[in-house]
């Protein structure tokens, strides 16, 4: 009963984040690998990429760095209560590491080069000791870090959005991260509604 009520709240509060139902494109889909050399808050990240030589060239790979916006969730922002805790536990998991981002798209902002255009990403490592991989997005959701982006759900697999959703009725029912003052006067306020506030927009 009591997960069924979870549950419930966790709809309940994310119902107000206005769903997105365009079609990604295949052709906007990339992928990535390199190392993470800023953490920028919850759920943007720094990767610095070596691209691949082209064939016969003597010049030695380029590196970049891509700014990567974490897919399919939402972090405090760094003004919010928690925020610095969310940057610190996304730092914990991949701060200095090696990761291999999966790009939905890059964005399209106004006034800002293509360069420099934020890339949509699930951020995947491996855990050396088992050979597996992680989903970090999944795991910021987890240690309740993060919320889940239900509006963006149509990006993901059936199998994804139910880990993502058991991810944060998870974590809300233990009271970790942020839910902590879960019910109480002071409960936490989802980003898209903080981001409203400040501005009148909620991306």
């Known amino acids: 009963m009591t997960i069924k009520l979870v549950f419930l709240a966790v709809l309940a509060l994310t119902s ?15 992928t990535l690998s390199g190392r993470v050399v800023k953490v920028v808050d919850g759920d943007t990240i720094d990767v610095l990429s070596q691209e691949s030589p082209a064939a016969g060239a003597a010049a030695p790979p380029r590196l970049f760095t891509t700014r990567i916006r974490l897919a399919n969730i939402d972090a405090p922002e760094s003004s919010q209560a928690f925020g610095a805790r969310s940057r610190e536990n996304l730092a914990s998991l991949v701060a200095g590491l090696d990761v ?3 790009c939905l ?15 949509i990403c699930t951020i995947t490592r491996s855990l050396s000791a088992s050979g597996r991989t992680i989903d970090v997005n999944e795991l910021q959701i987890r240690d309740g870090f993060a919320w889940y982006a239900i509006g963006f759900a ?7 959005r139910r880990s ?6 998870s974590a809300r029912s233990q009271r970790l991260g942020l ?25």
């Open 16 to 30: 107000s984040v206005e769903a997105r139902t365009k079609a990604l494109n295949p052709a906007d889909q990339f």
């Open 164 to 169: 993502y959703q058991e991810a944060e009725t």
């Open 154 to 160: 149509h990006q993901q697999t059936e199998a994804v």
């Open 105 to 119: 798209y890059r964005e399209r902002r106004p006034n800002i080069e293509e360069s420099r255009q934020r890339a």
């Open 100 to 102: 291999h981002a999966q």
């Open 179 to 203: 839910w902590r003052d879960l019910g109480s006067a002071a409960p936490p306020v989802a980003p898209w509604d903080f981001r409203k506030a400040k501005s009148g927009k909620g991306d």
